[in-house]
């Protein structure tokens, strides 16, 4: 009997803005405890298959399925309290709001004990620990982003969707970045990760899906697609 | 000298009953965008409100004091929809449109349908005429200071509310930035309606005080009320929580000393004019940056 | 013709001449209430030279415009890089402070109002009417459709972008301003004329009321429109039985609120205009002959 570890399932949907199409007829799936990657140009269509999974953006056909339950037309609110958490691009973080407020609101549907999940997150992020009732607005990019991340644990989310955490990183914080990712994975988070690095999401992810103008052009494992040429042409660089 | 200070004192409660009021017209503001011209005016409402059940039930004072507080909430509540198509859509000059004919319909309703359009008064044991507190030469009524401990233990109590709870922090969330409040799965449509309430409770708990201390109501209130809130939130800059405070303090305590020296009608005139005086000169208002 | 007639048809050209004083500036998103105060300015000043210097009909109509163009003038310059907010509570204010003037000054008949102004034959009246209501009506025709309405659109669009485009927000933003309380004036004066007087509570927030339903229930971003909901709104408050009467604040804001909600373009629409006016080209030519 075939075991569907599926976490999420999205079979054909397409989202359109007006009449321009966003993506077509893109299908994916992540499976419990693997990083996901979706690469590609800057508007292939990464961020919004996240943005339709969260329900920001409608899709127009087809389906998503979560943990087996059909959310394709569930409001944001309760797609967020089932256990989906969506990483923006730049982290999203209210800069008039201290971190531990920042953090505080990554818990709104959360129904266990919050300072248990604070302490967890400071033990992750010592950091935000020592600094944590300074305003969000004054932190460096890369510490905004832990802020970003540390938020989404809040609620121990059961899909974890990151949108370029690297963007605008320097080196060695992106690195950091990474090590953080492959860490959630140990800690058996289930992690759909949008980047245009290419080479350092096929790295650590078990599979990827290469988007190109609103269409899935390649899947496969992440060593396979490193290895393919067509992939190390357009975007690894030959 | 005891009477300067008996003023300073009234003056004080004024300015902390403006305080609620710009309070609530700042909370709207934040979390909907929307500058509710007819907020104060629905305020009166709710005095008028409080005034009917406490004439049909011989001035029994728990449930007029109920009834000015319930309305207030049904009143917020049942206008938020009005608003939510403009906030979707974030057009504020039909917003304001809509809360301009909200104050006007509602200062129509209390200047024909109540008490033959005439000024209502509220019985003396509302404003506890009975207990008084002499010092010196002057008396201070009961009724005055009641309002004005229970004024400072509003303000207190609301941003207590916003800075420390869970519902406070997301009702900022949203003031600050819609988008990311809907990541975080706030459902922005029911926070609005919940600030609209929020507001109305607020609202008709600053009646029952407006009624306490005052003692009377009427349409050109509403009015008034109104042109000085707008008067306040210009000086302090929309949006200031901070500000709104002290310059609400100051209207109260400059109104208060000058109301013995000119008619009242004068004394709303000059607001206004302090209006268009700062609008036209520093439109960000005395603490503000630009919005 | 009956004084229901008269009053019926004058008052819809008054209103109309409002709305459109109103509809300039707000087809540039700049919430400008001077026609209001402007039109009890207009009404009052009229009333006072005719009543206490004999000014005759064409004199107090030219020295009310005057007299609130250079008292529009004052807050113009500061408003018109401003719009929104300020705009509007700005010359809300300032309204207030009118009405409060007129409420209280003796010399204006403070609560009783001012009358006594020599009445004009009501024909001649209704003559003048309407013939500044096509004067006016043309000169907003032809400012709809002229590289300034194009600018008007622009700004309506996006203030920022019209301004990359080279258009001067803040000049325009005097002009209009300015045009806008002539306007208002004019329906003050006539106004005036019509009642052979002034009274402080016809220029209260119901006016503004009235100003902003035929505004918006005609069509805030089109001049037709609000030909055809002057009348109509003022003529169902007039037709109504008299129990009902004391409702048309509340039917006013209701309706406003109800056309706000579902139709906020209004009973005619920029849409609706292009099509009809296509549909009438078509017409001309085929009548004309190509």
């Not at chain 1, 508007?43 to 399925?65: F, P, Y």
Request: aromatic share 10%; net charge positive; charged share 10%.
């Amino acid at each position: 009997m075939e075991q569907n570890n599926n976490v999420l399932t999205i079979e054909n949907i397409s989202v359109f803005y007006g009449h321009i199409c966003a993506i077509r007829n893109v299908s994916l799936d992540a499976q419990e405890g693997e990083i996901v990657g979706l690469i590609g140009a800057n508007g292939a269509g990464k961020s919004t298959v996240m943005k339709a999974v969260l329900g920001i953006q409608r899709s127009s056909s087809g389906s998503i399925e979560f943990l087996g339950k059909d959310i394709t037309r569930m409001s944001t609110e309760r797609i967020v309290a089932s256990g989906i958490v969506y990483v923006p691009e730049g982290g999203g973080v209210l800069p008039f709001m201290t971190i531990l407020e920042n953090l505080q609101l990554g818990a709104i549907h959360f129904k266990g004990n919050l300072n248990d999940r604070l302490k967890q997150v400071f033990e992750r992020f010592p950091i935000l620990e020592e600094r944590q009732h300074q305003l969000a607005g004054t932190l460096s990019g890369g510490e905004r982003q832990m802020v970003a991340v540390g938020r989404a644990l809040m609620s121990a989310p059961k899909l974890l969707m990151l949108d370029e955490p690297s963007l605008g990183l320097g080196p060695k914080v992106v690195a950091g970045v990474f090590n953080i990712i492959l860490d959630l994975q140990k800690a058996g988070y289930t992690i759909l990760l949008s980047e245009q690095n290419a080479r350092k999401t096929l790295q650590c992810a078990n599979r990827a899906y290469v988007f190109q103008t609103g269409d899935i052009m390649l899947n496969g494992t992440g060593r396979e697609l490193l290895d393919n040429p067509v992939v190390q042409q357009a975007y690894l660089g030959g | 000298m005891e009477v300067f200070i008996a003023q300073l004192i009234s003056g004080i409660k004024l300015g902390s009953l403006y305080a609620v009021v710009v309070i609530c017209y700042n909370l709207l503001i934040l979390v909907t965008g929307i500058l509710h011209l007819g907020y104060a005016s629905l305020l009166v409402l709710s005095m008028y409100a409080a005034w009917f059940v406490l004439n049909a039930t011989n001035n029994n004072l728990i449930l007029g004091i109920s009834a000015g507080i319930v309305s207030g909430i049904v009143i917020g509540t049942v206008t938020a929809p009005l608003f939510l198509p403009f906030i979707k859509r974030r057009a504020i000059l039909e917003a304001l449109v809509i809360s301009l004919a909200l104050g006007i319909i509602s200062g129509d309703v209390m200047s024909h349908w109540f008490n033959l359009g005439l000024p209502i008064a509220f019985p003396s044991s509302l404003q506890m005429e009975g207990t008084t507190i002499s010092w010196g030469l002057t008396i201070i009524r009961m009724g005055e200071v009641v309002t004005l401990v229970a004024s400072i233990i509003i303000v207190f109590a609301f941003l207590y509310f916003l800075n420390r709870t869970k519902r406070g922090r997301i009702l900022r969330a949203v003031a600050q930035d819609t988008e990311v409040a809907r990541i975080l799965g706030i459902s922005v449509t029911k926070t609005a309606i919940f600030s609209f309430a929020l507001a109305g409770l607020l609202g008709g708990l600053t009646a029952i005080l407006f009624a306490m201390s005052t003692g009377t109501a009427s349409s050109i209130l509403g009015d008034s009320l109104v042109i000085k809130a707008l008067a306040v939130l210009f000086l302090a800059s929309i949006g200031n929580l901070r500000g709104g405070l002290i310059c609400a303090l100051i209207l109260g305590v400059v109104e208060s000393l000058a109301m013995g020296y000119l008619p009242g009608d004068w004394t709303n005139a000059i607001a206004f004019s302090v209006v268009v005086v700062i609008l036209l000169f520093k439109p960000e208002g005395l603490f503000g940056e630009q919005h | 013709m009956t004084q229901f007639q008269f009053f019926f048809l004058e008052f819809s050209a008054i209103y109309i001449l409002l709305a459109w004083a109103i509809y300039l500036p707000f087809r540039a998103n700049q919430p400008y209430f001077g026609p209001f105060y402007s039109m009890c300015l207009g009404a009052y000043f009229a009333t006072y030279t005719s009543i206490s210097w004999g000014w005759p009909f064409w004199l107090t109509l030219i020295g009310a415009v005057v007299f609130c163009v250079l008292f529009s003038l004052i807050p113009a310059f500061k408003l018109a890089p401003l719009g929104g907010f300020p705009m509007l509570i700005a010359t809300m204010a300032l309204f207030f402070i009118v009405q409060t003037a007129a409420r209280n000054m003796q010399v204006l008949g403070g609560r009783h109002g001012l009358f006594g102004i020599p009445p004009l034959p009501p024909f001649i009246l209704l003559g003048i009417t309407y013939g500044f209501v096509l004067i006016v009506g043309f000169c907003v025709y032809r400012l709809d459709n002229s590289h300034i309405g194009r600018a008007l659109d622009a700004i309506l669009f996006d203030k920022h972008v019209a301004a990359t485009l080279g258009i001067d927000i803040a000049r325009l933003s005097i002009q209009l301003q300015l045009i806008s309380s002539a306007i208002g004036a004019l329906a003050g004066v006539l106004y005036a004329n019509t009642f052979c007087g002034v009274f402080h509570e016809a220029f209260g927030f119901p006016l503004i009321l009235y100003g902003m339903t035929i505004l918006i229930f005609g069509g805030m971003y089109t001049m037709w429109g609000i030909i055809i909901a002057a009348p109509v709104l003022w003529g169902v408050t007039q037709v109504l039985p008299e129990a009902l009467k004391a409702f048309s604040i509340i039917i006013y804001g209701a309706l406003l609120i109800v056309m706000l909600l579902i139709r906020p373009n209004g009973i005619i629409d920029r849409k609706m205009t292009k099509a009809m006016s296509g549909g009438a080209r078509a017409l001309l030519k085929r009548v004309v002959g190509s």
